[in-house]
């Protein structure tokens, strides 16, 4: 393992100095096998940081409870002299049972984003949140177009998933994904934030699709802040002729209709 | 007579060997993603073996016989790495293909034949103006296709895929539809035509702002409103399944009509 490996947790977790934070950055940039191993990671970090929380019921504390008790009194009875702690076949057992632990932790957790478990969840609906935004992060696109569709259909959809799928518009490597998210994110229109990031892209973004959809939600919407920025793309010099077309459209639907 | 006869008939069944030993290159790869970008005119056919096979079906030999035994370079830099007209490159898992051509505008570029493995995944861009249709056959991978003026074939295919093309009709024929992960097909001003099992299990998302979705499919639309205006603003989007809901398809024109057929 190299010492970019090793590093790629306090990247994900921004404990490197600036400098190193920087050149992990750029390599993750510039090696695909180092940025698959990145987004891995950086998917089960996520999968642990919202793991829930197990609370033992009060039956089991009590039951371990009593059976610490005995323990104790076990240990005290034997009267044996030297601290338990120190003994070393009792520290081997518990640190078996820590990696055991560990190693199923691993593979849970791996499982969690793992595609023959998604695919057996059925029902998009059964997705948590944390899920979702870390499905956001997966190489296959249509995976990615998957957990777009998860954050439209949520019921309760909050800040964290709207922000998830404005970070998706503006950054997603792959055109198809960034139009998946501008559509669901017509839904949260209400959303002064969504707005913004929206003319954002419509000042931004240099995929034709995007543009025209923007285009088109923001006339939806009616939305009079939309009017500079399409008058611009209208008389631009930069865009396609047919994206002028649907920014002169979308300037009639603002102001007639 | 009968050796003419059969010295022809030898020649005719030899020829196509005797040509595409000088055209073709091989990759061997069995798995992972090939990215095709700038590539006008391509067929991709999916095939049971270990190796991509690139096919330049019209390499004239003749036509630029002062390059000979000299390696193209284009403006980017790239070198025709591949002696066929293409710098193919490998990085990992993944193996991108470019075309060594600067001539954008003339339509002169050279068509090309693929054959890749079908568990192979495929990702093609094709941005410029131009182009011509794209052809992806047999194939069992994820595909992405991001381009602006082709019309889009795909035959033969399962999914999961997200295609879009802003001027290109889209028609798709699946073998079967996977129900891994979602299928998405989008365009402006071309119209999409689906044609799959009868008994596909499926959540369709169709949205057709302008135009009409024709289907010979029990199609279950559950967001049914026979009161609504015509003339709202509103996206005219149908929520619907196939055989009590499965994988999601998700397929939307501005402009023209949607097709959704059974094989």
């Known amino acids: 393992m190299s010492e970019l490996n090793t590093q790629l947790i306090d990247f994900i977790d921004k404990n490197l100095s600036a400098e190193e934070h920087r050149k992990v950055e750029q390599a993750i940039a510039e090696s695909s096998a180092l940025k698959a191993e990145y987004l891995e990671l950086k998917h089960m970090v996520t999968l642990m940081e919202n793991a829930p929380q197990c609370t033992p019921s009060s039956k089991l504390k009590s039951n371990f409870d009593s059976l610490l008790a005995q323990e104790e009194e076990a240990i005290q009875s034997a009267k044996k002299g030297k601290s338990i702690l120190f003994n070393p076949q009792f520290l081997m057992k518990y640190a078996a049972a820590a990696a055991l632990l560990l190693v199923a932790g691993y593979f849970v957790g791996q499982n969690i984003g793992n595609k023959n478990t998604i695919e057996t969840i059925a029902e998009e609906g059964q997705f948590t949140e944390a899920q979702m935004i870390a499905m956001l992060d997966e190489p296959s696109t249509s995976q990615r177009i998957k957990a777009v569709n998860i954050g439209y259909n949520m019921e309760d959809a909050d800040d964290k998933i709207i922000d998830a799928l404005i970070e998706t518009m503006h950054t997603d490597e792959s055109g198809n994904v960034r139009l998946a998210a501008a559509n669901a994110l017509k839904k949260f229109s209400s959303n002064d934030k969504v707005v913004d990031a929206l003319i954002y892209t419509l000042e931004k973004s240099n995929d034709p699709m995007v543009t025209i959809e923007v285009i088109n939600i923001l006339a939806s919407i009616k939305e009079k802040k939309a009017l500079e920025p399409l008058e611009k793309i209208a008389k631009s010099n930069s865009h396609l002729n047919f994206v002028k077309d649907e920014a002169e459209v979308g300037i009639f639907k603002l102001k007639t209709i | 007579m009968k050796l003419n006869i059969f010295t022809i008939t030898l020649l005719l069944t030899l020829a196509p060997?005797?040509?595409?030993?000088?055209?073709?290159?091989?990759?061997?790869?069995?798995?992972?993603?090939?990215?095709?970008?700038?590539?006008?005119?391509?067929?991709?056919?999916?095939?049971?073996?270990?190796?991509?096979?690139?096919?330049?079906?019209?390499?004239?030999?003749?036509?630029?016989?002062?390059?000979?035994?000299?390696?193209?370079?284009?403006?980017?830099?790239?070198?025709?790495?591949?002696?066929?007209?293409l710098s193919v490159i490998e990085d990992g898992t993944s193996v991108t293909v470019r075309e060594i051509s600067n001539d954008d505008c003339c339509g002169c570029q050279d068509e090309y034949t693929i054959r890749v493995p079908k568990k192979m995944n495929i990702l093609m861009e094709y941005t410029s103006n131009g182009g011509d249709d794209i052809n992806i056959s047999n194939v069992d991978g994820e595909i992405e296709l991001n381009v602006t003026h082709n019309d889009i074939m795909l035959k033969d295919v399962t999914g999961p895929m997200s295609v879009k093309s802003v001027h290109g009709d889209i028609d798709v024929i699946f073998s079967q539809v996977s129900q891994s992960n979602p299928v998405t097909v989008a365009s402006v001003y071309g119209y999409i035509d689906i044609t799959m099992p009868s008994n596909t299990k499926a959540n369709m998302n169709v949205v057709m702002n302008n135009g009409s979705l024709y289907s010979d499919l029990n199609i279950n639309v559950l967001n049914k409103n026979i009161n609504r205006n015509q003339n709202e603003q509103d996206t005219k989007k149908i929520n619907a399944n196939l055989n009590g809901g499965g994988v999601a398809f998700n397929l939307s024109t501005r402009y023209e009509d949607i097709y959704i057929r059974a094989k």
Do not use: H, M, W
């Not at chain 2, 290159?25 to 095709?36: A, R």
């Not at chain 2, 270990?50 to 330049?56: D, E, L, T």
């Open chain 2, 17 to 85: 060997f005797l040509i595409t030993a000088q055209s073709q290159y091989e990759v061997n790869k069995s798995s992972g993603t090939l990215k095709v970008l700038s590539l006008s005119d391509v067929s991709i056919e999916g095939y049971d073996g270990n190796k991509i096979v690139f096919i330049n079906v019209d390499r004239d030999e003749e036509e630029n016989s002062r390059a000979q035994g000299l390696k193209a370079y284009n403006v980017g830099g790239l070198e025709d790495n591949s002696g066929i007209g």
